[in-house]
C-alpha cells in the first residue's frame, strides 16, 4: 500500500508523520536527530523503504509576511535533495502554526510536558500532512 509522508524539518531535528492513500489519515511517526542533509535524505528514504512512499509533504515555514527565513532555505534543501529520488513526489505546505497545534495536541492527550520535546516534531508534521490533505480534497 502506498503511503503519504509529512516533514517537519528543523536545525536539529526532523519530525516525520504518515499516512497511507487509501485512510488518509495523519499520524505521528518518528522523530530523527539532523545530521545533514544528503545523510537525512538517506536516513529518511531507509527508514520507509517498505511503505512504498510516493508523496512527500514537507512543511515550510513562512513568516508573517510570507517571506524566507533560514528555516524555509533547510526545508527546501531537504524537499529539493528528496525530489531527486526516483518515485517520490515532494509538495510544500506552509506549516505556520503547526508545532502550537501539535502542543494544544499533546495537552489534550494528557501527556507529559517532559515528553512533549520528543514528540512534537512528528506530531507538528501529523498537523502539517492534515493540512496538505485537506487542501487536496478542497482543491477537489
Known sequence: MSAIVALDVGSRTVGVARADRVSRMATPWFTLSRRGVRQDVDRLCKRWADLDV????????????????????????????????????????DEQYTTLEAERRLREAGISQRRHRELVDAWAAAVILEDWLAACDAAG
Open 54 to 93: 510516493e508523496i512527500v509533504v514537507v512543511g515550510l515555514p513562512m513568516t508573517e509576511d510570507d517571506t524566507e527565513q533560514r528555516a524555509t532555505r533547510l526545508a527546501r534543501q531537504i524537499g529539493s535533495a528528496l525530489s531527486e529520488r526516483p518515485g517520490l513526489t515532494v509538495h510544500y505546505q
